[in-house]
């Protein structure tokens, strides 16, 4: 076990990391398209699985719709990962504008608004940031790019299961499947 007291700062993605996206986005695909998908079917995060002629537009929409925040929930253990070590973590994400106001509004409502969120646009990876931070900081992210490209002293691949996503392939760090496994 890793013991989480040794950093002075948690980088964390949201979607796919704290919130099960994954699945609240496939069910709203479903709904929407009359469709039965799972979320282990999906392997990109452009939902091609569902419908194969999804646009961008579609996507980001859906991430958008207030109906998503209604349905979406947090992996087992997130809330607790967060509200023990609060004063340590920075959230990433990315998304539009939008989005990124519906996820501070969330996390707000959840008790978290004393808890930075930095926004990226889809295009940028999050290792954009410096994420050194006295020499002692960690990254959980989903994606290996992301991982990769990240200047912190510690990545962790959060991976809640054995699926093969097109954006979390070629790990050979840490990876965790579960929340509980860091407390």
Not at 99 to 122: Q, V
Not at 141 to 161: E, G, H, R
Request: overall charge negative; aromatic content about 14%; some cysteine.
């Amino acid at each position: 076990m890793m013991d989480i007291d040794l950093f002075d700062k948690i980088f964390v993605d949201i979607d796919g990391v704290l919130l099960d996206s994954i699945s609240s986005m496939v069910r709203l695909l479903n709904e929407k398209h009359g469709t039965n998908a799972k979320s282990s079917d999906i392997v990109s995060w452009n939902f091609n699985e569902v419908k194969s002629d999804l646009t961008t537009k579609d996507i980001e929409d859906l991430f958008n719709n207030p109906k998503f925040f209604e349905i979406v929930e947090f992996y087992d253990g997130a809330i607790e990962f967060l509200t023990k070590y609060r004063h340590k973590i920075i959230l990433f994400s990315k998304g539009n504008c939008d989005n990124i106001k519906h996820k501070r509004e969330f996390f707000d409502a959840y008790g978290f608004s004393d808890i930075t969120l930095i926004g990226f646009p889809l295009n940028i990876s999050k290792g954009f940031l410096d994420m050194q931070y006295n020499g002692r900081s960690l990254f959980i992210d989903d994606c290996t790019t992301n991982l990769m490209d990240s200047n912190a002293n510690l990545k962790v691949q959060f991976k809640p299961s054995d699926v093969n996503t097109e954006w979390s392939r070629d790990w050979n760090g840490m990876v965790i499947k579960n929340w509980l496994t860091l407390m």
